[in-house]
């Protein structure tokens, strides 16, 4: 899992100046003499998001981007504040880059399929977002053509506007949860060196010793079938099939009946 410090999280620095940044808003300050920028916001970000999706937000710092960049690090502190403002660049950044396919002629299933794809496919690509709290999120372009986007899934249903976010809420939840989960066991095969197969032969010797399937039975029989069904203890893709298919039983149960 990611090791977060106080300031990894979405909107953790000051909100004016992450305001700013986002839309590109030049601060209220005098110009400043000296020589001509090396570089650009865009950069730093970009190099940022680098730098996390290679190995995960522990190793972003300002002095890694800025040595990404060629800078010193005081040279990078010109274009974004700090680590926490420079997160919520990234979000941003990222979620304005998400496929934003035309949902328009659509049954509402594929919709909620569609952008439950879209966040999964994200998070593949930048793990690291799938452990960044975003309870208050970066309300910058990004986010919110990622936000109207998304609502259009559920647009037309007659669901109030409360159900309507409430409900992609559920959704996003349900992705980024199945993601972690993907996530944790592919760097558990990365850390190991073992695919979760060679893992669990390893394992198996002593486990008929100490476990007792008789103390156990619905355990062990469960556990065995989804072991020879996944070739593992858990499969990431078998999990998002089946939890989205309840996901959309669910919403159905509120939007069918309007």
Known sequence: MERRGKQDRSSAGDPVRTLELLWRVPA????????????????????????????????????????????TPMATYTYVPGKAELLDLMVDKVYGEMDRADLSELPWRERVTTIAAANRAMLARHPWVAYLPTTRPPLGPGVAAKYDHELRAFEGLGLDDVTMDASLTFVLGFVTSVARIAIDTARAAADSA???????????PLLEKVFDPQRYPVGARVGAAAGQAYDSAYSADHAYEFGLARVLDGLAAIIEKT
Do not use: C, F, Y
């Open 194 to 204: 073992m695919s979760d197969h060679q893992w669990w032969e390893r394992a198996a």
């Open 28 to 71: 209220n300050q005098h110009p400043v003499r000296g020589p001509k920028q090396r570089s650009s916001v865009d950069a730093v970000v970009a190099a940022a998001i680098e730098i996390a999706d290679a190995d995960g937000i522990a190793a972003l710092t300002m002095r890694a981007v800025a040595t990404a960049l060629g800078l």
